[in-house]
């Protein structure tokens, strides 16, 4: 029998939009049931109690903040803007059940963050592809626990404020719990694009980028 040369390894799996983002593919399991369980939300300082969102399964497309500046995408057809939202909320469970339908009724990209200082890393990394490259939107509660554990009950409008520090006028929606929150957000921001909802329809659609 002859020799030959074993034909090269298979490289692994790579993200061509965000090498130093984490992405996996979507399966066609369906997602696990939500649990049952009673959880407690605390967005604006009050609580409310509600059945908490199904967590992600392993097989969701998703992607986290990582160290190094993202590649240039492959993704973007001539013509067309790659379209993102980065949805910031430091407790994602609550939207896993809105984001795995992103995923599954569009080619909308979903990046995670569950910090104001997390999402404008994120948003720092991709500024430079804004212009030509990314369509990107953004969906923020408005109380988070941050980084160190501070409690930062206008969250929501303090990553704005810090957006448009650096002369970044992005869509962003409100979703929130609390009509009160509407009120602070509608008191301290009067521009178009941005919006606030309590209505997880409108949030889904503002994500599908279907409403402007």
Request: hydrophobic share 40%; aromatic share 6%; net charge neutral.
């Amino acid at each position: 029998m002859g020799t030959g040369t074993l034909p090269p390894a298979a490289p692994p799996p790579y993200s061509d939009a965000f090498p130093s983002l984490t992405t996996t593919t979507a399966s066609s399991s369906p997602p696990a049931a939500a649990a049952n369980t009673p959880t407690t939300t605390t967005d604006g300082g009050s609580s409310s109690s509600s059945f908490a969102a199904p967590l992600l399964p392993e097989s969701a497309t998703t992607t986290t903040a990582g160290p190094r500046s993202p590649a240039p995408s492959s993704t973007t057809t001539a013509g067309r803007k790659k379209q993102a939202v980065l949805w910031v909320d430091d407790q994602p469970s609550n939207n896993a059940h809105l984001v795995r339908r992103v995923q599954s009724e569009s080619d909308v990209e979903v990046i995670l963050a569950t910090s104001t200082r997390q999402a404008m890393s994120i948003v720092a990394q991709l500024r430079p592809r804004l212009v030509a490259e990314y369509d990107l939107r953004i969906i923020t509660d408005m109380h988070r626990i941050e980084e160190g554990g501070a409690e930062a009950p206008l969250a929501g409008i303090d990553l704005v404020r810090e957006l448009h520090s650096l002369r970044l006028r992005l869509k962003v929606l409100l979703f929130t719990s609390f009509t009160k929150n509407l009120d602070a957000w509608r008191t301290a921001f009067s521009e178009v694009d941005l919006s606030a909802t309590v209505d997880e329809r409108l949030a889904l659609q503002f994500a599908l980028f279907k409403t402007a």
